[in-house]
């Protein structure tokens, strides 16, 4: 199995300032993804982190607002940006192989 | 597209009473299907898993058989207790789909002691 880290673990923003959160895998992955949860519901897909190129974002999301980089294997961000009220959520990434993927603790972000 | 659909929550049982969270899908082809389950302020964490027809996935007391012919993949536990309280999603994941996971809504189970 694969255990992920993330930071950070909360924050409280300002609105129109940006958030950039971190997401370490303990050993190399082939998928990563970045997932939103708002209070009491499931998970939307955010964007696919693809190692060395430009992310695959879902329908609803932009690189403008969530930009996202993958260097290598182990590490991706995901940068919220321009936040608003409506972007608070709990953030979470994802790594591992096709039919198993672990997840991090998540990053609880609100945005006043 | 695919789709995952479970009971609906929340769920509030007694220690030791038998649980069970239906969940059922669509999707082309043969997905894997999981069940991932989050405790109170934590991500999630994958409870077991799938990957072919009649496969059953077993952990920790939990156990769910890939259905085919009935498109599902129920949640069972013998006996619960006060410590398996938490958010339970099952998800599905086509290998042609890029490895991106389809969740159901999630279903709050709380257990009393």
């Known amino acids: 199995s694969a255990v992920i880290s993330q930071k950070p673990s909360r924050d409280i923003c300002q609105r129109g300032t940006s958030l950039t959160i971190q997401c370490q895998v303990d050993?190399?992955?082939?998928?990563m993804f970045w997932y939103r949860q708002q209070p009491g519901q499931s998970l939307t897909l955010i964007a696919t982190a693809n190692q060395g190129s430009e992310a695959t974002y879902e329908s609803g999301f932009v690189i403008d607002k969530f930009p996202i980089s993958r260097p290598n294997l182990t590490f991706s961000t995901l940068t919220v940006s321009n936040m608003s009220p409506e972007d608070s959520s709990i953030y979470l990434c994802s790594g591992g192989e096709v039919e198993t993927q672990y997840f991090g603790p998540g990053t609880r972000l609100l945005v006043l | 597209g695919d789709s995952v659909t479970q009971m609906e929550g929340p769920v509030t049982l007694s220690e030791e009473a038998f649980l069970t969270i239906n969940c059922t899908y669509t999707?082309?082809?043969?997905?894997?299907l999981f069940w991932y389950v989050q405790y109170p302020g934590e991500g999630l964490q994958l409870l077991l898993k799938?990957?072919?027809?009649?496969d059953k996935g077993s952990n920790k007391g939990f156990e769910a058989t890939y259905r085919k012919e009935t498109t599902s993949f129920h949640l069972e536990k013998g006996s619960v207790q006060v410590s398996d309280s938490a958010v339970y999603f099952c998800?599905?994941?086509?290998?042609?789909?890029?490895?991106?996971?389809?969740f159901g809504e999630g279903t709050q189970l709380t257990v009393n002691p």
């Open positions: 050993s190399q992955v082939t998928m």
């Open positions: 998800a599905l994941v086509r290998e042609t789909s890029g490895s991106r996971l389809t």
């Open positions: 799938a990957t072919k027809a009649d």
């Open positions: 999707a082309t082809g043969y997905p894997s």
